[in-house]
């Protein structure tokens, strides 16, 4: 029985988090579920050299923003309250992923493959990341 799983969602497809609902059922019967959402905005506004301007949006307001819309989406886990925790960071996605299941050390994490509309044999770039580098197993949703 695993004792820490992580399930990183991408919040901006909530599509792609229906696949892994029963998988995350079916695997976390005693198991503490950590959420993960990864706010992935830092290069992206740092390129356009926005990262110290007033354009920048107030990070813990999107923080806490994507932290309601994360506490929304996993209610269809169904998970029993004490044993999901969510957790919102900045970041490179896969960077972020892969550094929270060192920390809570997770024996299993749970990915979707890819957004749906792709190859089925099409591996994600985040997931594809989180494959290759994570040091306990992964299940790929498909
Ligand atoms: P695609 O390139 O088709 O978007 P990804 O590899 O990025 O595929 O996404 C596959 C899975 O990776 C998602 O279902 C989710 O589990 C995880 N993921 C991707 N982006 C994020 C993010 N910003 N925060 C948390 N998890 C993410």
């Known amino acids: 029985m695993y004792r820490s799983i992580?399930?990183?969602i991408d919040i901006s497809e909530t599509d792609l988090t229906r696949h892994v609902v029963p998988q995350v059922q079916a695997h976390a019967k005693t198991a503490k579920v950590h959420f993960l959402a990864v706010i992935p905005t830092v290069p992206f506004y740092a390129s356009l050299g926005l990262a110290y301007s007033t354009e920048f949006p107030d990070r813990s307001g999107l923080q806490a923003k994507a932290s309601e819309k994360l506490e929304e989406i996993i209610k269809q886990f169904n998970i029993p309250a004490g044993r999901s925790q969510t957790h919102?960071?900045?970041g490179?996605?896969?960077d972020q992923i892969l550094?929270?299941?060192?920390a809570v050390d997770a024996e299993l994490i749970i990915i979707a493959s890819h957004k749906p509309g792709f190859s089925t044999y099409l591996l994600g770039s985040t997931a594809a990341a989180v494959v290759r580098h994570a040091k306990c197993p992964v299940l790929v949703v498909r």
């Open 6 to 8: 992580l399930v990183p």
């Open 88 to 90: 919102v960071v900045y």
């Open 92 to 94: 490179p996605p896969k």
């Open 99 to 102: 550094k929270l299941a060192e």
